[in-house]
């Protein structure tokens, strides 16, 4: 099967990129013609209604419209998946447009991804650096990464793929091990902390690989844990909301067919770019 042919035969805009396949569509109305139990892995993030310019995508949204949408996608994502399948999910807490409380959007989406039959496995913090600077509430430094498995007896988890080193090196103990479980919380920015950190791409890395178009991007290395941790070689990874590309990167990176839709088709040529010509980088250098 070639990676076109994970999407309807008729799904319009179809681009095949080195082992990779995306569409420009409505990631719901492609999900429900996609073929039952064909993506070993789901990650993504969606709009967190912040009014960023996403395009053709409205960002200015109701928590309810919110909540709605990620149920949608929730729902036709189940059958896509195979049955020791993973649904990752990137969000974020944040401010109330009027009252300014600040909303969990992962206990929305817990709820959300319960009732179309998920189970959590992890709650993963993202802790990053470059964002905000507060004046009357503490900075927001992370995210949450919500793990759901469709078959809580049954998902891949392949942990020494993602095996971390020791801290004490000469521990008699540890002999015949290969490293640490990365545990919940991560740092990519001390190898030897287990704490999930990941510096976001800032504005002059934006620059530096022409991709300025899109206000939010993950970073390579953290896809590539996820991809890692819940995937074998040769197997799929999907991104329903796309973006710039990056878990297509990853999953060229690391030997994965990557599938991904994306509503706006100006970001198109920015995604066949990235595929093509990103290699196995350093961000953060």
Known sequence: MQNKDYFNINQPNIYQVQDCCFTIADCIETLNNMPKKSVNTIVTSPPYNLNKKYGKYDDNRTFE?????????????FDVLTDNGSF????????????????????????????????????????????????????????????????????QFNLEDIRIPYITKNDKRLVGGTGRNPTDTWNFDIPESDFWYFDRVNNMTKNKLGIEEHPCIFPVPMIERII????????VVLDPFLGSGTTLVA??????????????EKFAPIIKQRVEKESKIDLFL
């Open 65 to 77: 419209e919110w909540e709605n949408l990620i149920d949608r996608v929730a729902n036709s994502a």
């Open 88 to 155: 990752l999910l990137n969000v974020s807490p944040i401010p109330d447009k009027k009252t300014k409380e600040i909303v969990p959007l992962d206990a929305i989406a817990y709820f959300v991804f319960k009732r179309n039959d998920y189970a959590l496995r992890n709650s993963i913090v993202w802790h990053f650096n470059n964002m905000q600077n507060c004046v009357n509430r503490l900075s927001g430094r992370w995210e949450a990464i919500l793990w759901f498995v469709k078959d809580i007896n049954n998902y």
């Open 228 to 235: 890692k941790m819940t995937t074998q070689k040769g197997e």
């Open 251 to 264: 999953a060229q990176n690391l030997k994965r067919i990557g599938l991904g839709m994306e509503l706006d």
